[in-house]
């Protein structure tokens, strides 16, 4: 896909989406960093004229699990790929009989392109300090983890912190000792999901 970042269709999206993270009292970290969503005149500011998207989507069976993943590459700024293995699903009847999916093991490749840094630039043409700005996309990251019912404790923010540091790709993996039922997670402490799903992330 490909489309002005100003187009009438990328302000109707804007229009229709919702903030990844709320703040009564955002601070100027949180505004430079988009908190609340790259909205057109932010892409702008960050030196988009166009966006130019790839998604793709696949499955297969390996063995008895279901393999399916997707992947987002926005030239310039991003790529991201998923992939999630699930056992009790490979049967195409699993759904019918309401089997539920149970997590083998998953991996999130995220690969900067230069959205970091565009950020970084423009926060400091803002004045906002390079440790303001990683303490707001900390921030942010945890905000999102905790709307997911997961908190993001040290062993991943560690890793996520050098990324945002200058490295340039952010590996998340979970190979849970067994496989985990994903519709019970919710029932877990947020505290607990990081080793519930035996999550591990790296940067490099």
């Known amino acids: 896909m490909r489309a002005d970042v100003d187009a009438d269709f990328m302000r109707s999206v804007d229009e229709l989406g919702t903030p990844r ?3 009564a009292n955002p601070t100027p970290a949180d505004q430079c960093i988009g908190a609340s969503g790259l909205k057109p005149v932010s892409l702008k500011q960050l030196g988009y004229d166009k966006l130019v998207m790839d998604f793709n989507a696949s499955f297969h069976r390996e063995g ?4 399916l993943e997707f992947g987002t590459l926005v030239e310039e700024a991003y790529e991201l790929d998923i992939a999630v293995t699930l056992a009790n699903m490979a049967d195409p009847k699993a759904l019918a009989r309401n089997a539920r999916p149970l997590l083998v093991n998953g991996r999130l490749d995220y ?4 959205l970091n840094s565009r950020i970084m630039k423009y926060c400091a043409d803002q004045q906002v300090a390079p440790e303001d700005v990683i303490a707001a996309q900390l921030r942010e990251i945890e905000a999102v983890s905790r709307q997911s019912g997961m908190e993001f404790d040290a062993m991943l923010a560690e ?3 050098e990324f945002l540091r200058g490295k340039r790709r952010f590996t998340l993996t979970s ?7 994903l519709t ?12 519930l799903l035996n999550l591990m992330a790296e940067a490099g």
């Open 111 to 114: 690969v900067d392109h230069s």
């Open 184 to 195: 019970t997670v919710s029932l877990y402490k947020p505290s607990d999901v990081p080793n």
């Open 21 to 23: 993270v709320a703040s």
């Open 159 to 161: 890793p996520y912190t």
């Open 175 to 181: 190979a849970p000792h067994r496989p985990v039922d």
């Open 64 to 67: 008895q699990n279901l393999v």
